[in-house]
Every structure is written in C-alpha cells, then in structure tokens.
C-alpha cells in the first residue's frame, strides 16, 4: 500500500534527459554535468555562456524538439531552466501537456511524485498570486496618481510652456497652423491642449 506524498511515483517509461546551463564562459559545467549522470540522464544537452534571461538557448531549444511522451527532463537547479518563475511555470506546463515529468535536483522536486507535482502547483499558484498582487498595485498606483493630476501614459508633447507661448502666440496673430507646425503637433492636438490648459 501507498503511503505519503512523495511515495507514490509515476512509472518512468522514457529517458531522463538532462539540461546544463552556465551564464558566463569562464564558469564550469563539470559539477552539473557530474550531477545529471549520477541522476541516470541518457543524454545531456548543454548552454554555455548564456545568460538565463535569454530567450534563444540552442541547447534547451534542441532538448524541447527531441523529449518524447514518458521522458523526464532533469535539471540540477531551477535557475538553470528558467528564465523567471512564470517562464519556469510556463515551460513546466508545456512539458506536463506533454506527459513529460521534471525533476530539479538540489531544489528536490521532482514530478514523477505526488509531493513534487504538488510543489509545482503550489509554485504555479504563488506565481499567479504574485501577478495579481503586482497588477492591483499597479492600478492602484496609477489611480491616486490620476487624483493628484499626475498625466499617465507618453509624456505629453506640448508642456505648460509650450502652451503658455503657444497662448502669447496667438495673442500676436499668429494662425493655429502655423503655432502648431513650430511645436511638432497637429492643429487641432494643439487646439485641445489650449482648451485644457489652465495656467
């Protein structure tokens, strides 16, 4: 009988295949490499010299085309992997719809276990909870900057003193066209501005 989370395994079918990253040239790969064969990876692919936060990474590219259905791709750090916890989630749920199990070896998850595909949704949620938190105060950041009359969005091209002499200008009869041809702006942007401007 099955007891505990992490005793109920998933039958390994496939291969365990490993990923290997280092960011900079002069770093080593040896420690993950040694790591990944004591783990029984087949085949390892490797990145070296590439930093995380890149999108294009030769190796992981190839080992996304040749895992298969039963494989499991082994990593010896979640950092290796991911560029950002939500990459990390997104490229985890890929493999997952795939029927592709991930295990990281110093962070002890591992998906081929009941306890490590808990972990991985317990990170999912904490990486959607984190969007929402940082979508709120964004929203609520911008509302009290929109009550202090704080302009949101591109800075706007015709200032409180473009205005001012866009004003004195027209005092001196000058045309909207050409007032507006000297500030870069259309005619009737500059006309609305006018009607907004309260100096």
């Known amino acids: 009988m099955r007891s505990g989370l992490g ?3 998933t039958i390994i079918t496939g291969r365990k295949l490993g990923y290997a990253r280092i ?37 992981l590219d190839k ?16 950092d290796r992997l991911g ?9 985890l749920k890929g493999l997952m719809k795939r029927d592709i199990s991930f295990c990281s070896l110093k962070d002890a998850i591992d998906t081929t276990t009941a306890g490590g595909r808990l972990c991985f949704h ?14 709120e105060r964004t929203k ?6 929109q ?3 704080v302009h949101i969005g591109r800075p706007r091209k015709l200032t409180s003193i473009h205005l001012s002499k866009a004003k004195t200008l027209l005092s ?21 501005r006018l009607n907004e401007f309260d100096p």
Request: with cysteine; charged share 25%.
């Open 7 to 9: 005793k109920e395994r």
């Open 23 to 59: 960011s900079t040239t002069d770093q080593n790969l040896a420690l993950q490499i040694d790591a990944l064969k004591l783990a029984g990876c087949d085949v390892i692919y490797k990145d070296h010299g590439i930093s995380g936060v890149k999108r294009d990474r030769p190796g």
């Open 63 to 78: 080992l996304l085309v040749d895992i298969k259905p039963g494989d499991v791709l082994v990593v010896w750090k979640l």
């Open 83 to 91: 560029r950002s916890l939500s990459h990390l989630i997104h490229t």
């Open 122 to 135: 317990i990170m999912g949620a904490l990486a959607e909870f984190e969007r929402d938190l940082i979508s």
């Open 140 to 145: 609520a950041g911008m509302m009290a900057a």
């Open 147 to 149: 009550k202090r009359g």
């Open 172 to 192: 001196q009869g000058e045309n909207i066209v050409s007032i507006a041809s000297i500030f870069s702006v259309h005619p009737s942007t500059l006309v609305r």
